[in-house]
């Protein structure tokens, strides 16, 4: 009786998560940190109190200090210490003198978010567009 | 009487000079006073009659009264009496109610009066136009004329005042809120007049307080002493205007100036992911503006409290007057002694109504009996009803040893101050119970923190409404959806430190102090009562 219910509602629920036809999607993948580092050109931006991932580090750095790559970290005031590196490297960081909450990253058109060992990056149309314009509002009052 | 030359008080208050209200550029005159009417275009068209005493209670014979107790071994003496202002009946006065006039009583200046009687016979002779021998001295007026108004008319007038405050508060809270708001709330409350469309004033209760100041200190703790409760605050909170638009809309321009920025969270596939917002104190469901421009929103609101203080409260002033003056009350004749101005004493006017129940009378008995003890228990009714049947028992308080009777005001004191606590009644039983019900008010200094009912603070908190806005990423794309969210804009809550107009009723013994008053009156209505 259970396995009888249970079928047509995962397939009603599949159904209803399935976007419209013709809308354009939004994609979601989970990745891991090595299939993130395509995505780190242009422009960087950084939102959130840290940035977890020693290869993402590394290679941000290494990046930025050729010259490939362009960062903006907009954080608070306590984490300042932990952006350090990446200003020395030649990035922008400034403090943000409301509150952040989480942590997200924009480069490449996607949105990256660190979960648990992977990361999340979502990418489609106005994603990435819809946070950088929130971190360029919080930018013009950070220090 | 209605031939009279009308009469003017300004003049009066104009003289008493002295101490303003702090805020008003101009204190409020008194306006011009018409001739008193009639009785009966007040009472309704009819002609009252004065009662007379019903059947009377039964009272104790002076057999039930102990022998030891009337022989008097306990020594009363009175504590220092300072008279200052009392007044008295003149009998004369009294059947003239059932003739469509008003009854009187005349108060008197006690120190004026021992002056004036210190020169007695040179006062004489100065009235007649006389030079007196000794040359010219002083005859100060000592004696002043009232006539008794109606209970009812002190009531409205009771309520007026509540009235007049609670339009002040109202006014107050939405021309800071609104221009707060200004670019919101401007269109809505003033331009489309958004707004519950009118003060809903209880009326209030006529309740006699004895302040414990008024009786001596060896009887503070046995006469029920009690503070007047004006409940100066509106009968009830609404998130809109109870008073019109104009009457905080006045001169408030519209303003579009950038007040945030709005910030929000974002939520990917239903997981909250990350938020910007300001540190301002925030109420609602969004988050705080991630820029909020503090310093225009409180320039905002202290010019509102500014406008209020030189604007909103002078007319206060003004409306609480009025409600106490013709034309708005009819049957009230408010005695300014010596005038509304803080510390310079009360607007007082003694209030009569035909109440011919006795309860209270009785009532009174028991209770000051019960509170002496001792020989005033026995004597207690016998002593308040001594005007209908005078017993010889009452002969305990002038023996040999007590001093009862020495060196008080009329009467044994200790029932007379008892008298503070009764109602007000119809002329006739004042006479009979010789005592006076008096309708006081006056400007009193109070520091409050508005709303002053703690319940209503939510409901009057300074508030900014802003927005925020929180994203949603799911496979449909970005779905940007705005929450209401305020800013709370210090000081939080208005505050308020002025002089505002209180008022009660008090009942006063003949020829005992009359509290609050100080000075002489500014006015004395003989000349158009007679």
């Known amino acids: 009786m259970n396995h009888l219910l249970t079928a047509p509602l995962l397939l009603a629920t599949l159904a209803a998560a399935q976007p419209p036809p013709g809308t354009p999607q939004v994609k979601a993948a989970v990745m ?8 780190l050109t242009g422009e960087l931006l950084i939102l959130g109190s840290e940035f977890p991932g020693r290869l993402f580090q590394k290679t941000v750095l290494e990046r930025l200090k050729a010259g490939t790559l362009r960062v903006r970290v907009l954080t608070g005031k306590g984490s300042l210490a932990y952006f350090a590196p990446v200003q020395q490297a030649g990035g922008v960081v400034r403090a943000f003198p409301g509150r952040i909450t989480g942590a997200v990253a924009v480069a490449g058109g996607s949105l990256i978010v660190a979960r648990g060992a992977g990361y999340q990056v979502v990418s489609g149309p106005g994603v990435a567009a819809s946070v950088q314009s929130q971190f360029e509002s919080a930018w013009r009052f950070a220090k | 009487m209605r031939a009279l030359t009308a009469l003017t008080l300004a003049c009066c208050v104009a ?4 101490q303003n209200i702090p805020g008003l550029t101009t204190v409020p005159g008194l306006p011009t006073l018409p001739a008193l009417p009639g009785v009966r275009d007040v009472w309704g068209g009819s002609t009252p009659t004065l009662p007379t005493l019903p059947v009377l209670p039964p009272m104790p014979s002076l057999q039930n009264v102990d022998p030891s107790l009337l022989t008097g071994t306990r020594n009363d003496p009175p504590p220092t009496y300072t008279r200052r202002n009392v007044f008295s009946f ?86 800071a809120q609104t221009n707060l708001n200004n670019t919101s709330m401007v269109p809505v ?102 820029y909020f421009n503090m310093g225009e929103a409180q320039d905002r609101v202290f010019d509102a409290m500014q406008h209020a203080a030189t604007m909103y409260y002078p007319q206060y002033q003004a409306d609480a007057l009025a409600e106490m003056l013709p034309p708005r009350r009819r049957g009230l004749f408010m005695l300014p002694w010596n005038s509304h101005l803080p510390g310079q004493g009360a607007m007082v006017a003694p209030v009569m109504n035909q109440d011919v129940s006795l309860t209270q009378f009785t009532d009174l008995a028991q209770r000051a009996g019960d509170a002496l003890g001792d020989v005033y228990r026995p004597t207690s009714p016998l002593y308040y009803f001594q005007s209908v049947k005078r017993l010889p028992a009452l002969d305990v308080f002038s023996l040999p040893g007590r001093k009862d009777l020495l060196g008080s005001p009329p009467g044994v004191w200790k029932f007379e101050e008892f ?45 900014f409404f802003a927005g ?33 107009v209180h008022y009660t009723w008090t009942s006063v013994p003949e020829g005992y102090d009359i509290p609050r008053v100080s000075g002489t009156p500014a006015f004395d209505y003989g000349p158009v009562v007679r």
């Not at chain 2, 003289?15 to 002295?18: E, P, Q, S």
């Not at chain 2, 309708?439 to 209503?456: G, H, K, R, V, Y």
Request: proline share 10%; glycine share 8%; aromatic share 10%.
């Open chain 2, 189 to 290: 409350h003033c331009w489309l007049g958004l707004g519950m469309g009118a003060l809903d004033t209880s009326p209030a209760t006529v309740r006699t307080t004895v302040d414990r100041s008024d009786v001596p200190e060896v009887l503070a703790s046995r006469i029920p002493t009690s503070t007047p409760e004006n409940n100066l605050h509106l009968d009830s909170y609404w998130p809109l205007p109870q008073v019109p638009p104009g009457d905080f809309c006045d001169g408030l321009h519209w303003k579009v100036n950038l007040m945030y920025l709005p910030g929000g969270c974002t939520y990917i596939f239903g997981v909250r992911t990350f938020c910007l917002q300001g540190n301002d104190t925030v109420t609602g469901p969004g988050v705080a503006p991630i």
């Open chain 2, 419 to 463: 008298k503070r606590t009764l109602g007000p009644s119809n002329p006739a039983y004042y006479d009979l119970f010789g005592y006076a019900t008096w309708f006081q008010t006056w400007n009193q200094l109070d520091a409050a923190i508005l709303p002053e009912p703690l319940s209503a603070r939510p409901l009057r908190t300074l508030t």
């Open chain 2, 90 to 175: 003149p009998d004369e006065r009294l059947g003239v109610l059932a003739r469509g006039k008003w009854p009187i009583l005349e108060v008197i200046n006690v120190e004026q009066q021992a002056e004036w009687q210190k020169n007695a016979a040179a006062c004489r002779q100065q009235q007649q136009g006389k030079t007196p021998a000794g040359g010219t001295v002083s005859c100060p007026q000592y004696e002043w004329t009232v006539p008794l108004s109606l209970e009812s008319e002190s009531k409205d007038a009771a309520t007026g005042i509540r009235r007049a405050w609670q339009r002040f508060e109202d006014r107050y809270w939405w021309r």
């Open chain 1, 32 to 39: 891991t940190e090595a299939q993130l580092l395509p995505l």
């Open chain 2, 15 to 18: 003289c008493a000079g002295a």
């Open chain 2, 468 to 500: 925020a806005i929180d994203h949603y990423v799911d496979f449909s794309g970005v779905h940007e959806v705005p929450v209401p969210t305020g800013v709370l804009v210090p000081p939080y809550h208005l505050p308020f430190l002025n002089y505002r």
